[in-house]
Each structure stands twice: as structure tokens, then as C-alpha cells.
């Protein structure tokens, strides 16, 4: 469900024009991928990485993080 909200409000702020927000996929960054279970260490860093080059411009990237069964909204502000 939350990866459908990610895409849609990612989507409704690009109709928007709102380009100052970046959003991160939240199947990409979560606790599995961050404590390396079944995903490896190099991969995510990677991602992290380019997100971050390519979301220079931006004023803050969101991530719904999956914490132990719950989601916290991240505002990273940039």
C-alpha cells in the first residue's frame, strides 16, 4: 500500500510542478535492505548514493521507511 503512495504523490507533485521534493522507493530503502538481509551492502549504498547526486536541486527527499512492522515518514531535508 505505501509503495502505491510513494508513486502517486510523486506522480500528483509532478503534475503540480512541485520539483523541489524528491521521493525515495520504499521496496529500495527499508530496514531489510539497511541491515543487509537478502540484499547486499554495496547495492544499497549505491543507490543511496546516485539518489542523493541526482536530488541536488531538490529541498528535501521523503521515505516511508518500514521500521519492525510500521512505517515512519522521513523527511530528509537537504
Given at each position: 500500500?505505501?509503495?502505491?503512495?510513494?508513486?502517486?504523490?510523486?506522480?500528483?507533485?509532478?503534475?503540480?510542478?512541485?520539483?523541489k521534493i524528491?521521493?525515495?522507493?520504499?521496496?529500495?530503502?527499508n530496514e531489510?535492505?539497511?541491515?543487509?538481509?537478502?540484499?547486499?551492502?554495496?547495492?544499497?549504498?549505491?543507490?543511496?548514493?546516485?539518489?542523493?547526486?541526482?536530488?541536488?536541486?531538490?529541498?528535501?527527499?521523503?521515505?516511508?521507511?518500514n521500521c519492525?512492522?510500521?512505517?515512519?515518514?522521513?523527511?530528509?531535508?537537504?
Amino acid at each position: 500500500m505505501l509503495r502505491l503512495w510513494t508513486i502517486m504523490e510523486a506522480h500528483q507533485c509532478k503534475l503540480r510542478n512541485k520539483t523541489k521534493i524528491a521521493f525515495l522507493y520504499p521496496v529500495r530503502v527499508n530496514e531489510k535492505t539497511c541491515k543487509c538481509i537478502n540484499s547486499n551492502p554495496h547495492d544499497i549504498i549505491l543507490h543511496l548514493t546516485m539518489a542523493f547526486l541526482e536530488c541536488q536541486d531538490k529541498e528535501s527527499i521523503l521515505l516511508a521507511y518500514n521500521c519492525d512492522y510500521h512505517y515512519v515518514l522521513l523527511d530528509i531535508k537537504l
